[in-house]
Nanobody, 124 residues
Framework: QVQLVESGGGLVQAGGSLKLSCAASGRTFSSYVMAWFRQAPGKEREFVAAATWSGGSTYYASSVKGRFTISRDNAKSTVYLQMNSLKPEDTAVYYC?????????????????WGQGTQVTVSS
């Protein structure tokens, strides 16, 4: 079993930056795909970014491409999400997810492991 714990969320002004971290424990950190999703009140959970086990392949939602960067440090059992040029519409609870069997990386139901979420609020 894998446990995921997110940190780094907070309140920032529009145009600011935050870096989220997701620390994994419970087994060797070797999940095939690690990803970030987010969910705003009243909205469906949406895909943000994903990285394969080596970090050699990354994927981004069109809404964040060019502003967010996902990275993965397997030696530290941690995945990161660097968020720049934040907008009010980025406000959401951000969740870390992991999977050994994911096929469609943008679909939340594909992931077996989830963190508790960390709140990101961007004010205008």
């Amino acid at each position: 079993q894998v446990q995921l714990v997110e940190s780094g969320g907070g309140l920032v002004q529009a145009g600011g930056s935050l870096k989220l971290s997701c620390a994994a424990s419970g087994r060797t950190f070797s999940s095939y795909v690690m990803a970030w999703f987010r969910q705003a009140p009243g909205k469906e959970r949406e895909f943000v970014a994903a990285a394969t086990w080596s970090g050699g392949s990354t994927y981004y939602a069109s809404s964040v491409k060019g502003r967010f960067t996902i990275s993965r440090d397997n030696a530290k059992s941690t995945v990161y999400l660097q968020m720049n040029s934040l907008k009010p519409e980025d406000t959401a609870v951000y969740y870390c997810a992991a999977s050994d069997t994911v096929v469609v990386i943008t679909t939340a139901r594909e992931y077996e492991y989830w963190g508790q979420g960390t709140q990101v609020t961007v004010s205008s």
